[in-house]
């Protein structure tokens, strides 16, 4: 089957304010609908890349509901580290939450101030840190990053992959492909987030990082199969329209510069691999 290796499953719609409306019930019930939409589409493996906790797996399990499961339970962006008190006690406590993965949001991204998506948000040992922690624990790491130093500490440090990485160079290619690491592009749901913003519903603002971002994309993939870097399917998707289309993600990675034959590696051996490594319960991926 196909894996989706960067996913929201819990969080069933785009804004925060949306999901936090929603009932305990109307929540499990869209996750339902979510994970069985997923499977329907030939997930068989996905990691959650925010928002899945232990409550999620346990409904998933006992009503096996959709593709085997990893989760980072929450992002750790700057606020988020600094209020927990500091990088080691925020990883324990996801730890302790039952994260697969630890998921560091390490630059800005589309909600965030123009310029700023390639300011490091955490140091290179941070970066080391949380590689070490998680791997005491049978974790790893997963870092959240559209470019600049942020990407190069968090490969030297050895994070398993980098989710987006939009301005990533030819140099990060390398380093990327020497450390083994796995870049996430997640290219479709920028154009979505585009379409988003063109009806209206999300600010006009936006719109000139989302159009960078867009035409930047393609080739920071095409950098990292030059570079002989690994790449894997993700989709970003988070809301009930999106989940069950997965798999668009793909004709994506073709439109970037992959050929058939890579963007089909993409979407299952490289992502399985991916998980094969992250999870703590044996048996979790293939």
């Known amino acids: 089957g196909f894996v989706d290796t960067h996913a929201h499953v819990a969080w069933n719609d785009f804004d925060a304010s949306d999901r936090d ?26 990691r959650d890349a ?5 409550s999620i797996r346990a409904l998933h399990d006992k009503e096996a509901l959709g593709p085997r499961l990893q989760i980072s339970v929450e992002l750790l962006d700057r606020d988020r580290v600094d209020r927990m008190g500091g990088i080691g006690p925020a990883i324990d406590a996801m730890l ?29 040992s941070e970066f080391a840190l949380a590689v070490r922690l998680a791997a005491e624990a049978g974790a790893r790491v ?3 990053a559209w470019g600049g130093e942020a990407v190069t500490h968090a490969l030297d440090a050895g994070a398993a992959s980098i989710e987006h990485g939009i301005f990533l160079t030819p140099d990060q290619a390398r380093l990327g492909a020497e450390r083994a690491a796995v870049l996430v592009p997640t290219l479709h749901i920028y154009r979505l ?16 990082r989302v159009a960078e ?3 930047a994309h393609p080739a920071a993939v095409r950098r990292a199969r030059d570079a002989g870097m690994a790449i894997a399917m993700g989709s970003d998707f988070s809301t009930l329209e999106q989940h069950g289309t997965n798999l668009r993600e793909i004709a994506e990675l073709r439109r970037a510069g992959l050929d058939a034959d890579e963007a089909l590696v993409a979407a299952t051996r490289t992502g399985a691999r991916l998980l094969a490594g992250g999870s703590r319960d044996a048996g979790a991926a293939e």
Do not use: C, N, Y
Not at 193 to 208: D, E, T
């Open 96 to 124: 302790e939450a039952g994260a697969d993965w630890i998921k560091l949001v390490a630059t800005g991204g589309v909600a965030s101030p123009a310029g700023s998506q390639l300011i490091s948000h955490f140091t290179a």
């Open 213 to 215: 971002a867009v035409e």
């Open 50 to 54: 925010g928002g899945a906790d232990r």
């Open 142 to 144: 997963m870092v959240h």
């Open 21 to 46: 409306a929603r009932t305990a019930e109307e929540r499990d019930a869209a996750t339902r609908r979510t994970l069985q939409a997923m499977r329907a589409a030939g997930v068989t493996s996905a």
């Open 193 to 208: 987030v585009q379409a988003m913003i063109a009806a209206g519903r999300l600010p006009a603002a936006f719109g000139a």
